[in-house]
């Protein structure tokens, strides 16, 4: 073999090496091409998925037996807006041992309080369940032109604050760290952050509950036009369903919307 050809290739080798050792150093190793943070994320025992419509029908008893303990399911977006497959997912994931959550996606075009209507139209309330999350994160050429930041706090606490006057449950924000920076760092503190990062293990500075840490988890169960489920952690310190947000949750739900 030509020695430059020898050069080149241990060259790369030793790149390759030293990039999975770092991986495993943070937590974050690369697979094809696409992060993978499970040594980071394997620390957590408590994990789940969150689903739409983009996971077509699902067979929640396939998939609840797959290592996973929670659920959340997307419900609404904006204003009116309904996810095609809720209503049976709401119904088929509550018959599994699955804790089980809804979600609303946000929009920067509508009402707050019109979309909170919406979402409380379209989600009952039932025994166990936990606080509803609003997914806050860019949408269409929002990342570029991003919407003022006084305004979408101004939609997103209205929201807020009808979703929790009517469920007796304090939501729970999803971000990116691009929305957590402009929009939730500095005015929702008192609300529990779910944040995504497929490429690392959360920064400390990042007072995270759950942690979505891969859009590419490969389970049983589904067949929809996305081959793929996220997949996320719960970082809470005690035993799962006994730390202080799950007990606030238990003791303030009245399990009936309040109209």
């Given at each position: 073999?030509?020695?430059?050809?020898?050069?080149?290739?241990?060259?790369?080798?030793?790149?390759?090496?030293?990039?999975?050792?770092?991986?495993?150093?943070?937590?974050?190793v690369y697979f094809?091409?696409?992060?993978?943070?499970?040594?980071?994320?394997?620390?957590?025992?408590?994990?789940?998925?969150?689903?739409?419509?983009?996971?077509?029908?699902?067979?929640?008893?396939?998939?609840?037996?797959?290592?996973?303990?929670?659920?959340?399911?997307?419900?609404?977006e904006g204003s009116?807006?309904?996810?095609?497959?809720?209503?049976?997912?709401?119904?088929?994931?509550?018959?599994?041992?699955?804790?089980?959550?809804?979600?609303?996606?946000?929009?920067?075009?509508?009402?707050?309080?019109?979309?909170?209507?919406?979402?409380?139209?379209?989600?009952?309330?039932?025994?166990?369940?936990?606080?509803?999350?609003?997914?806050?994160?860019?949408?269409?050429?929002?990342?570029?032109?991003?919407?003022?930041?006084?305004?979408?706090?101004?939609?997103?606490?209205?929201?807020?604050d009808r979703v929790?006057?009517?469920?007796?449950?304090?939501?729970?924000?999803?971000?990116?760290?691009?929305?957590?920076?402009?929009?939730?760092?500095?005015?929702?503190?008192?609300?529990?952050?779910?944040?995504?990062?497929?490429?690392?293990?959360?920064?400390?500075?990042?007072?995270?509950?759950?942690?979505?840490?891969?859009?590419?988890?490969?389970?049983?169960?589904?067949?929809?036009?996305?081959?793929?489920?996220?997949?996320?952690?719960?970082?809470?310190?005690?035993?799962?369903?006994?730390?202080?947000?799950?007990?606030?949750?238990?003791?303030?739900?009245?399990?009936?919307?309040?109209?």
């Open positions: 073999m030509d020695q430059k050809i020898k050069i080149a290739l241990t060259t790369v080798l030793a790149m390759l090496l030293l990039a999975i050792a770092a991986g495993l150093l943070t937590g974050a094809g091409f696409f992060h993978v943070n499970g040594s980071a994320a394997s620390r957590y025992p408590v994990r789940g998925v969150d689903v739409s419509h983009y996971q077509g029908r699902i067979d929640w008893q396939v998939l609840s037996e797959q290592d996973i303990q929670f659920a959340y399911i997307k419900a609404t009116s807006y309904t996810d095609e497959r809720f209503a049976d997912n709401w119904k088929d994931a509550r018959q599994t041992g699955l804790r089980v959550r809804a979600y609303h996606f946000f929009s920067f075009d509508s009402s707050g309080i019109l979309q909170a209507e919406h979402f409380i139209e379209t989600v009952d309330a039932f025994e166990g369940m936990l606080p509803p999350v609003v997914d806050v994160e860019f949408y269409g050429n929002k990342k570029a032109a991003p919407p003022q930041a006084e305004e979408v706090a101004s939609q997103l606490q209205a929201y807020l929790e006057e009517a469920y007796g449950l304090k939501p729970m924000i999803y971000a990116t760290y691009d929305t957590w920076e402009l929009y939730i760092r500095d005015g929702f503190e008192e609300y529990p952050l779910w944040i995504r990062d497929i490429w690392h293990r959360p920064d400390k500075s990042v007072p995270w509950t759950f942690w979505q840490y891969t859009n590419r988890g490969r389970l049983q169960g589904f067949s929809g036009e996305e081959p793929y489920v996220d997949l996320n952690v719960y970082g809470g310190k005690e035993e799962w369903g006994l730390n202080c947000y799950e007990k606030i949750a238990a003791s303030e739900n009245s399990f009936e919307r309040k109209k």
